[in-house]
């Protein structure tokens, strides 16, 4: 008695995790025969049908999860960091480089405004002497 119910708990654990292991599995990883047909033959054949899913039908572990998660790079290995950070210099001298230019003409501004200025007030005071 005890062995007949060990026996259907065994049955029934293989069958459910079989089952719930092929319907969480994609589509596109399964082997041999498409997900669809995984489950028909999970549930015609039970026992049998989970048995063949983990041996034959189940992706392998490896592959799939080599290929889908792709490790962090540190920021120096990272060539696309490299080229941001090099846009980001450049764009940073040149923003430099045309506020320097700016100031420059400010200045030059400042300095024609400045000695236009001084020559107005000499020519008003030689017309006074």
Not at 46 to 58: D, E, K, N, S, T
Not at 67 to 80: L, N, S, V
């Amino acid at each position: 008695m005890l062995l007949r119910v060990a026996l259907a708990v065994a049955v029934l654990v293989i069958f459910v995790y079989g089952l719930v292991d092929v319907i969480r599995t994609d589509g596109r990883l399964t082997r041999g025969i498409s997900k669809p047909a995984w489950i028909v033959v999970m549930i015609i054949l039970p026992v049998l049908g989970a048995i063949l899913w983990l041996l034959i039908g189940r992706p392998r572990a490896a592959a799939p999860q080599q290929q889908g998660y792709r490790h962090p790079t540190a920021p120096d290995d990272d060539p696309e960091f490299l080229r941001n950070l090099e846009v980001r210099r450049r764009n940073e001298a040149e923003a430099a480089r045309l506020k320097k230019l700016k100031d420059d003409l400010e200045a030059k501004a400042k300095d024609t405004d400045g000695n236009k200025g001084k020559h107005e007030n000499d020519h008003d005071t030689d017309g006074l002497k």
